[in-house]
């Protein structure tokens, strides 16, 4: 089965800073896809960044880039110069690319900016 | 409208009550979720509807019921909740031909079981 793992409940980060959000999964499979979603206190998931598992090179997304190490099973989410407006909640998912549109969520961390 | 759109936001609802929950999706997308969103838990998947065909059904109870009319619309019809069934329901929507088939949110509807 499937898993993801979150272990920062809660991260802190002073505005212009750049912070890293830690994510691990754990997959039997060769080919999948990773996620990272942004979950503002509306609800609303808003997705950031795609890494597939045979892209050679990390995603970027303007000031989002994914760490991707695949032999750690590791895809961390780096935020560069932070904005106030980026605290929220912030979800690593995990997709089958076998044919499943199944996505496999992480519990989140809580990014906090402070001015 | 664009995007994903959900109604209504908020909900109590008790116990014996029948209520439905309306998601719409305003991008041409073939495929359509509900997810459970509880406190300190991941998102679970309940549903997922492609080309308005169920293909994925993740162990839910019956006392939820989805109904998928077409490919824009998506309901979620509730009776004789638990109070442990409060939680922010999220609504979904993909595309296969899309880069990354990436899911796209609506905004969630808040549902409190009295």
């Known amino acids: 089965a499937q898993k993801i793992t979150q272990t920062q409940p809660g991260m802190f980060v002073q505005e212009k800073e750049a912070v890293t959000l830690d994510c691990t999964y754990d997959?039997?499979?060769?080919?999948?896809?990773l996620f990272w979603y942004k979950q503002p206190s509306s609800g609303e998931m808003i997705f950031l960044i795609y890494?597939?598992?045979?892209?050679?090179q990390n995603a970027t997304e303007g000031r989002y880039s994914l760490n991707f190490q695949k032999a750690r099973k590791s895809a961390n989410l780096v935020i560069s110069a932070s904005q106030l407006g980026d605290s929220a909640m912030y979800f690593c998912?995990?997709?089958?690319?076998?044919?499943?549109?199944?996505?496999?969520f992480g519990k989140g961390t809580k990014l906090t900016v402070n001015p | 409208e664009t995007g994903v759109t959900q109604t209504p936001r908020h909900l109590v609802m008790g116990m014996t009550n029948k209520k439905s929950l309306k998601c719409e999706q305003h991008?041409?997308?073939?495929?359509m979720y509900w997810y459970k969103q509880s406190a300190k838990k991941p998102l679970e998947l309940m549903f997922v509807?492609?080309?308005?065909?169920?293909?994925e059904n993740n162990s839910v109870p019956s006392r939820f019921s989805p109904e998928c009319p077409n490919s824009s619309h998506l309901f979620l019809h509730l009776h004789t909740l638990q109070p442990e069934d409060s939680a922010l329901y999220l609504c979904?929507?993909?595309?296969?031909?899309?880069?990354?088939?990436?899911?796209?949110f609506g905004p969630g509807t808040r549902l409190t079981v009295l």
């Open positions: 890494q597939g598992s045979y892209d050679e």
């Open positions: 991008l041409g997308h073939n495929a």
């Open positions: 979904a929507s993909s595309q296969d031909s899309t880069r990354y088939n990436e899911q796209f």
């Open positions: 998912a995990m997709r089958d690319q076998g044919g499943s549109e199944k996505l496999v």
């Open positions: 997959t039997s499979d060769q080919s999948y896809g």
């Open positions: 509807y492609s080309l308005e065909e169920r293909v």
